[in-house]
Every structure is written in C-alpha cells, then in structure tokens.
C-alpha cells in the first residue's frame, strides 16, 4: 500500500506547477523535498499514519487541481494592498529579493566587498602556540 501512496505523492509533485523566478523557493520544490524526506526509502517506506498521509495528499491534490479556486471565485484578483498578482509575482521573484538584499547591506559593506581583497588572495595567518 505504501508503494500506490508514493507513486500518488511523485506524481503529484511532477504535476505540481514551478515558478523559476523563485528558484529553490517554490511551493513546488519544498513539496519535493518533503516527499522525498517522508519516503526515504521509496516504495518501501513504512507510513506510520496511513491515514494521515491519504489526507495529507488528498489536500494537496485538491489545492493543485484549484478546487477552491473553482468554487470560491474572486472578485478582483488584488489582495487587501491592491497589488495584483502578476506585481506580487514580480516582488517575490529571485532577482527583486536579491537586489533587495544589496540594499540592505548599505554602502559600507557594498564598498568593502567590491574593494576588499578576496579570500583567496590574503595569506593564512600561521598558527600561535
């Protein structure tokens, strides 16, 4: 039973959609992850609560089947702010969240990392006795 239940997860994680502006950081690549942690030794795995782990997929295929997109439409796709998905899209991708980090590191560090020397150019220190 433990092998049905793990081609059912690795066929829902295939299924699951990716968003590459969010690499490493997707919905899709966590479950991934997770699948593979739960079944480490694949069909074999022994589930503890068969149970929990039907329900557990059984949501999982009703969220990526849209299920409740279908049955509770929204109005206006904004959320409270009145940004719009394809802005919030664009605010979470990887290349917004890393120049995000740049500025927050400020001009001192931003400074010191393009005029410091790098690691491998600065001789090790011997050891003290």
């Known amino acids: 039973m433990s092998a049905t239940r793990y081609r ?3 066929k829902l994680c295939e299924e699951w959609p990716r968003d590459e502006t969010k690499k490493g950081r ?3 690549t966590f479950l991934g992850q997770r699948v593979a942690s739960a079944f480490r030794e694949g069909e074999n795995t022994q589930i503890s ?3 929990k782990c039907d329900q557990m997929y059984e949501s999982l295929a009703r ?8 049955r509770f439409p929204r109005v206006r796709d904004t959320s409270f ?5 394809e802005e919030c899209k664009v605010l979470l991708s990887g290349s917004v969240q ?3 980090d740049e500025e ?5 560090k931003t400074l010191m990392e393009k005029f410091s020397k790098s690691s491998d150019d600065v001789p090790e220190k011997p050891a003290e006795k």
């Open 8 to 10: 059912r997860f690795l």
């Open 49 to 51: 609560d068969p149970e």
């Open 63 to 70: 969220i990526n089947g849209n299920i409740y997109r279908e």
């Open 104 to 108: 927050k590191k400020g001009l001192w």
């Open 98 to 100: 890393q120049s995000m």
């Open 26 to 28: 997707d919905l899709g």
């Open 81 to 85: 702010t009145g940004v719009t998905a």
